[in-house]
């Protein structure tokens, strides 16, 4: 079963913005992640862990 990523951009860009203390950086940081997210799940892996 895929999951919908989306629902942790929230999540991901607060840890993200704690961590480099930096908008920018924190913005950039969390594209990315949601965005190897998903290629993940494109390749037919799944996400079995998300808070």
Do not use: C
């Amino acid at each position: 079963m895929k999951k919908d990523v989306s629902g942790y951009t929230e999540w991901l860009f607060s840890r993200a913005l704690k961590k480099s203390g930096n908008l920018t950086d924190a913005e950039e940081l969390t594209q990315e992640v949601l965005l190897a997210a998903l290629a993940y799940q494109g390749r037919g892996g799944e996400i079995v862990h998300m808070p």
